[in-house]
């Protein structure tokens, strides 16, 4: 049987080894809580300072901005939920834009039960927020703007220093998904008052994540009944993710640079495979998005279809957003968002994300592999 090639790095990246071994002693001899005031407690809150101040040095931060969640989907949650809360002389209205991961549309979805309304941003056929647009919405002094930093289905890269330039200058508060984008783009926090990141994402364990907060007293706690991380985030901390989050993101920060060019290079590979044996194939991600991120549409083969056959072709990929992967198709709200024939796809697309698991030669092979799939179907 064919070797597996994994195309959905986030989802299937095993742990690197020096992640692993900083979680290791907290998972297997140290088991103290970080909140007790005996000395194997206290050695467990230098652990966790220790990695929040390593996280802030990562991100160019004070660690007082810096708090740890689930992941991104709280992060998102909680960044949303308290911008919308603030009592403001401006508009009852939060700004994001239709291509957003669904923790924060969702959310947005939920914010009439609060008295805001959500002003929705057009985006142009590669998924690039209006900026025009974005200066009249802030002219009218919205509680929040959230705009994701870069997309994870088709891989677009928001001009953030540009957007929250004109979010600064009217005093209206920016959040910034970042999931997609800690430790594989060199991001810069100015501007930026809230930033969400999730520690799967950059190499790190599944279920923990940041949250940065410029003004961490404009937090609204989701969660009540202790004292930790400043009474705003409470609950007994991880330990060992909180440390794995804190290693992994040191070591994709370090090798950023390196990782971006063997992602891209899997990508543009898998492309020109693809292109040669299969014209009709239409691409909805650019070579200047997301590193090793491609959005391919089929026409005429569903994409929840073409996964399960991949996967039995040893090739995990995914149709659309993993979040959103019910087992039920459902077009893809990003692709319908950018119009055009990337909304004639939105059922037709699969979603090839290259990263460190991967070897050089794993882009041709996943679209031969795909080419031999499509090839019996005609």
């Avoid at 291509?99 to 002003?119: D, K, M, N, P």
């Avoid at 957003?321 to 077009?331: E, L, Q, R, V, W």
Wanted: proline share 6%; charged share 20%.
């Amino acid at each position: 049987m064919n070797e597996t090639i994994y195309a959905d790095h986030a989802a299937t990246t095993p742990l690197e080894p020096e992640v692993w071994e900083a979680m290791k002693p907290w998972l297997t001899t140290f088991y103290a809580n970080p909140a007790a005031l005996y000395r194997s407690g206290l050695q467990a809150r230098r652990a966790v300072e220790q990695a929040r101040q390593s996280v802030a040095r990562c991100l160019g931060c004070s660690p007082l901005g810096i708090f740890f969640t689930s992941g991104g989907s709280e992060s998102n949650t909680w960044a949303l939920l308290s911008g919308a809360s603030r009592q403001t002389p401006g508009s009852r209205e939060v700004v994001t834009t239709p291509i957003e991961h669904h923790s924060v549309s969702g959310v947005c979805g939920s914010l009439g039960g609060l008295g805001v309304a959500v002003r929705t941003l057009p985006v142009d056929e590669r998924g690039r927020v209006d900026a025009a647009a974005l200066e009249q919405a802030v002219s009218r002094r919205p509680r929040l703007v959230s705009v994701q930093y870069a997309n994870n289905e088709v891989g677009v890269i928001q001009d953030i220093p540009a957007l929250a330039a004109l979010c600064r200058a009217q005093g209206v508060p920016f959040h910034v998904d970042a999931v997609q984008a800690v430790g594989h783009l060199d991001l810069t926090l100015d501007g930026i008052d809230l930033l969400s990141a999730s520690a799967h994402k950059f190499g790190g364990p599944k279920g923990i994540g940041i949250l940065y907060a410029r003004h961490p007293e404009t937090l609204r706690p989701l969660v009540f009944g202790g004292h930790q991380q400043q009474g705003l985030r409470p609950g007994t901390e991880p330990v060992a993710q909180i440390v794995g989050l804190a290693r992994a993101l040191e070591i994709a920060c370090e090798r950023r640079r390196e990782r971006a060019d063997a992602k891209r290079a899997l990508a543009s590979e898998f492309c020109r495979t693809l292109r040669a044996g299969w014209p009709d194939a239409r691409f909805h991600s650019t070579a200047d998005g997301l590193p090793g991120l491609v959005s391919v549409g089929l026409p005429g083969h569903e994409g929840q279809n073409l996964t399960y056959r991949l996967d039995v072709a040893g090739v995990c990929v995914s149709p659309g957003a993993a979040c959103d992967n019910t087992g039920t198709p459902a077009p893809s709200h990003v692709l319908l968002a950018l119009g055009g024939t990337a909304a004639q796809d939105a059922l037709c697309t699969l979603r090839f994300s290259f990263g460190s698991a991967n070897r050089p030669g794993d882009g041709a092979e996943a679209a031969r592999r795909l080419l031999q799939i499509l090839q019996t179907s005609v």
